[in-house]
């Protein structure tokens, strides 16, 4: 059962423009949502995270948005640099449920 | 070099062997984890430590034996290893519990 579901396995974008990517979570315990970034041969790194009792969180060029009633949040990139090109894992965790649970991944490609 | 690695990087083994993937961190962080990769699955956990002789089942642990009798090492056996096990390995710490983690670079294991 995937707690955590990228549906969307890669996404392609211009440079410059917005990157969106999103996740869904089917277990309303969790109240902790992280993005981890990967590069090829690299292990995932930790990119930003937001509380359940928050809607937003922002830093820098990176904002995160959770919409608690739909089960959903999504990673926002503006503008995109070819540099961000990375494998992006959505990640949830649950104070009683104890440990984190990842999505699938989803590839990001920038174009120049 | 202080933070965490991983050892071998790269593993080629045959059915039935016996393959142990260490795990070493410099941070003296209590929790540790090992994660497998697999397309379409993302990370999945296979077993985490809480401190040093603490040790709990993750999400996939059939097949894999851990143990922890320092606070920095935490290594991951296959005890008689299967072709399913083919994967790329990670291991991450975090200092108080699965919020942040912080990952290795991952040991790519291939299973013939």
């Known amino acids: ?75 926002h990139i503006v503008p995109s640099q070819p540099g961000d090109s990375a494998v992006y894992f959505c990640a949830a965790y649950g104070t009683s449920y104890g440990k984190l649970t990842f999505g699938q991944g989803t590839i990001l490609t920038v174009h120049p | 070099d202080a933070g965490i690695t991983q050892s071998p990087r790269y593993k080629i083994t045959e059915t039935g062997r016996q393959v142990t993937l260490m795990c070493h961190q410099t941070w003296s962080h209590s929790y540790m984890f090992w994660y497998r990769q697999d397309l379409g699955h993302g990370l999945r956990l296979i077993y985490y430590s809480a401190a040093a002789d603490i040790t709990d089942k ?42 942040t983690q912080y990952f290795g670079p991952g040991t790519r294991l291939l299973v013939l």
């Open chain 1, 1 to 75: 059962d995937q707690q955590v579901k990228q549906n969307s396995p890669s996404l392609s974008v211009q440079e410059g423009r917005i990157s969106i990517l999103n996740c869904d979570y089917t277990n309303s315990m969790f109240d902790y949502f992280l993005w981890y970034k990967k590069y090829p041969a690299e292990g995932p790194t930790f990119l930003i995270s937001i509380s359940s009792i928050k809607d937003k969180n922002e830093d820098g060029r990176f904002t995160v948005f959770l919409n608690k009633s739909a089960k959903h949040l999504s990673l």
């Open chain 2, 58 to 99: 993750g999400e996939v642990p059939d097949g894999y034996v851990v143990s922890r009798s320092k606070t920095e090492n935490f290594p991951l056996t296959l005890e008689s290893a299967t072709r399913s096990q083919t994967s790329v390995y990670f291991c991450a710490s975090s200092l108080s519990g699965v919020e």
